[in-house]
């Protein structure tokens, strides 16, 4: 069974930093992009950041010099440090999985996780 569990949301004045995890299981880490979505109320759902197995990153341009992702293979998890957040970056973020590459978009989702930028 794929699970992907998000953790590292909250509240945080804007200017501020937070750092979301996902831990995989039930996945071939090694051989599958990781990625990270966000939903903000009344909107669709977009595109983040992504990672391929190799460490090759695409991000979203509103997010570019500002977040980065990283991947662990050790301990099955992707990162998505964010920084110099925005009252604009709240949402659900989610975490995503794809074999190999997210040419067609995930195969899999996590629950996600709120990040709130509010003063």
């Known amino acids: 069974q794929v699970q992907l569990v998000e953790s590292g949301g909250g509240l945080v004045q804007p200017g501020g930093s937070l750092r979301l995890s996902c831990a995989a299981s039930?996945?071939?880490?090694?051989?599958?992009?990781m990625g990270w979505y966000r939903q903000a109320p009344g909107k669709q759902r977009e595109f983040v950041a992504t990672?391929?197995?190799?460490?090759?990153?695409n991000y979203a341009d509103f997010v570019k010099g500002r977040f980065s992702i990283s991947r662990d293979s050790a301990r099955k998890a992707v990162y998505l440090q964010m920084n110099s957040l925005k009252p604009e970056d709240t949402a659900v973020y989610y975490c995503?999985?794809?074999?190999?590459?997210?040419?067609?978009?995930?195969?899999?989702w996590g629950q996600g996780t709120q990040v709130t930028v509010s003063s």
């Open positions: 995503a999985a794809a074999s190999l590459y997210f040419t067609k978009g995930p195969d899999y």
């Open positions: 039930g996945i071939a880490f090694s051989i599958n992009s």
């Open positions: 990672i391929t197995p190799g460490g090759r990153t």
